[in-house]
């Protein structure tokens, strides 16, 4: 009898134990998560830059990008090319306009600022190609927004370069900048 009673016992535990009631209706619930993790993107607002005209001394050019991230907190660099005669940096003959490496580049959010009290003025550090055209790369500067959460906003940059030959052939002559962004500091 008690062995009867013990088999009873075990066979409805199995039954009932972790196994699905069969009914006219039913409903589970399962718990689900996923993590967001940063993220940025970067525009151009001003893909195309007159530089106006020169015959000697400092070109000074300003971009505005357009940044948007998920974190507060950027770091941002600078790489403007040489400016080349023609479009052409291929050219052997006429030498291209060369950046101003002394001055640096001049970054500046709309919303933010250098991180640690630190300078919008990015130094030179990198030699740098884009297609053949060549120029330098800044160091990074981060930067802290003072939107809530976020880093949405224009970003002024300002580059400069130094026409300094009296007898540089006259014409067109021009180049690209190209502003990285991440995420964290550096």
């Not at 993790?37 to 505005?64: A, H, K, M, W, Y």
């Not at 052997?92 to 630190?118: F, K, M, Q, R």
Request: with cysteine; aromatic share 12%.
């Amino acid at each position: 009898m008690l062995a009867r009673f013990v088999t009873l016992m075990a066979v409805a535990l199995m039954l009932f134990a972790g196994s699905a009631m069969a009914d006219t209706e039913g409903m589970a619930t399962a718990h689900v998560y996923v993590n967001v993790v940063p993220n940025v993107s970067v525009g151009v607002l001003t893909p195309n830059v007159d530089l106006f005209t020169i015959q000697t001394g400092l070109i000074c050019g300003q971009i505005i990008f357009r940044i948007d991230a998920n974190s507060e907190q950027v770091c941002l660099a600078v790489g403007p090319t040489y400016l080349y005669k023609g479009d052409d940096p291929t050219d052997p003959i006429v030498d291209p306009i060369l950046v101003s490496v002394e001055d640096g580049a001049l970054i500046e959010p709309t919303d933010a600022n250098p991180l640690a009290g630190g300078s919008p003025f990015a130094d030179y550090m990198f030699a740098y190609n884009y297609n053949g055209f060549l120029g330098w790369q800044s160091e990074f500067i981060c930067f802290e927004s003072s939107q809530p959460g976020y880093f949405s906003q224009d970003v002024y940059v300002t580059v400069w370069w130094n026409q300094d030959d009296p007898e540089k052939p006259q014409g067109e002559y021009s180049g690209f900048v190209t502003l990285w962004a991440t995420i964290g500091q550096i």
